[in-house]
């Protein structure tokens, strides 16, 4: 597997933490492609058939099918399999960085910026935060382990390798000359190709990123937008701190503030773009609809808010509702059942955006790198993987 190119904030590993990587990714991507596809053969005969010798009856509801393929031991084998990959994921990445971490800290003091690095040390992160490590980071995204650390940021930007996206930590050329793997790969590009599809009048001035972690999807907006003010905010001053460093050596401006999206400090009325882009499955049921109402207080009107994240259940039977909620149990992912069992068009009606602007599509890639963008179905659905939702303050 080809090493990704690094921009200087990348942690690089040694030739044996390479080969470890490579072979976690490939493990990953083998489990992907050839066993964890069996689940549905398994599930779908041999557990069946046993619950409704038992039952009389198919398994109804996501809950009753987890149940019931926890009892079989091809599900727990591949069950655990996907946990161990998982930390061993982290546990290969966290080696690489940090060995190189006071390097990377030293490279992430900045003394010219274009953009701007605003943290607040009072501001207290949300338990939803603090209380797991989600999908299984250590420290998740915001524990500091010394002094204006970039940890986490370094962790996680390092780690999407592992998820076949080394693009997310190319070089500003890489960034020019690959437009169609960008597109494919990181999901600000494709989200900013959908705002220009349906709201092609709109130019904004000011663009606001929740959730922005390393700014790896705040980035491609400073890039499209080049006369707009683009902001990331997010709870976590180590993810901050890199993805400041990180745009700055990409070559572009970007301003990021250590903010709660459920209580912005930005004016009414004060952007024209509001996005995220995965940043809901992380978030609370309680907090969601105190986010979108926040992105509907700052949005100046006829502006848009539009987020990307994991495909929500519309349209899922029950067995597939079963195996998409995986992540709820097994990879410390606690909200990402909960969001997938909303309904993203009542919280964006909730949040006061009018009923006949809100979207729901998933995104579809195509041999021509170029994105397709279906209206999300409610009938005979099919896992796709994402799910774009937007809606515009009238």
């Keep these: 597997m080809k090493q990704p190119f690094a921009h200087p904030m990348m942690p690089l590993p040694t030739s044996d933490e390479l080969a470890r990587q490579n072979f976690i990714a490939s493990l990953k991507m083998h489990m992907e492609d050839h066993v964890y596809p ?50 061993m994921t982290w546990d290969t990445v966290g080696e690489i960085v940090q060995h190189q971490l006071p390097e990377l800290i030293e490279k992430s003091r900045i003394q010219a910026p274009q953009g701007s690095l605003t943290l607040d040390p009072e501001l207290k992160v949300p338990a939803y935060n603090t209380a797991i490590d989600i999908h299984c980071m250590p420290g998740g995204y915001h524990t500091d382990i010394a002094e204006d650390d970039v940890y986490a940021g370094a962790i996680f930007d390092r780690g999407a390798y592992y998820y076949g996206l080394p693009i997310r930590g190319s070089s500003a050329l890489e960034y020019r000359d690959s437009r169609e793997r960008l597109q494919r790969a990181i999901p600000g590009y494709t989200l900013i190709d959908y705002v220009k599809q349906q709201f092609p009048d709109l130019k904004p001035q000011r663009i606001l990123d929740l959730g922005c972690t390393i ?172 799910t774009i939702f937007a809606g515009q303050k009238l």
Aim: with cysteine; net charge negative; hydrophobic share 35%.
């Design 38 to 87: 069996a689940d549905a053969v398994v599930g779908r005969t041999r557990v069946a058939s046993k619950f409704r010798a038992q039952n009389g009856r198919d398994p109804k509801g996501r809950v009753e099918w987890r149940h019931a393929m926890e009892e079989d031991p091809f599900v727990q084998t591949w069950s655990s399999m996907a946990r161990t990959i998982q930390e």
């Design 215 to 386: 700014g790896g999807s705040t980035v491609p907006y400073a890039e499209r937008f080049p006369d707009a003010e683009v902001y990331g905010v997010d709870v976590a001053a180590p993810s901050l701190r890199y993805a400041h460093a990180r745009a700055e050596y990409l070559g572009v401006a970007v301003h990021f503030r250590q903010e709660n999206a459920e209580a912005l400090s930005f004016e009414d009325e004060s952007f024209d773009l509001v996005v995220s882009h995965g940043l809901f499955h992380e978030t609370s049921a309680k907090a969601t609809p105190r986010i979108l109402k926040e992105c509907h207080r700052v949005l100046r009107k006829g502006c848009v808010t539009m987020h990307m994240d994991t495909q929500f259940a519309r349209g899922l039977d029950d067995y597939q509702a079963y195996y998409w909620d995986w992540d709820t149990h097994y990879n410390a992912e606690p909200f990402w059942g909960t969001l997938h069992h909303s309904d993203a068009r009542e919280l964006l009606a909730d949040a006061g955006f009018a009923r006949k602007t809100i979207t729901e599509v998933w995104p579809r890639p195509q041999a021509d790198g170029c994105v397709a963008y279906d209206p999300v179905r409610d009938a005979g659905g099919e896992l796709v993987g994402t």
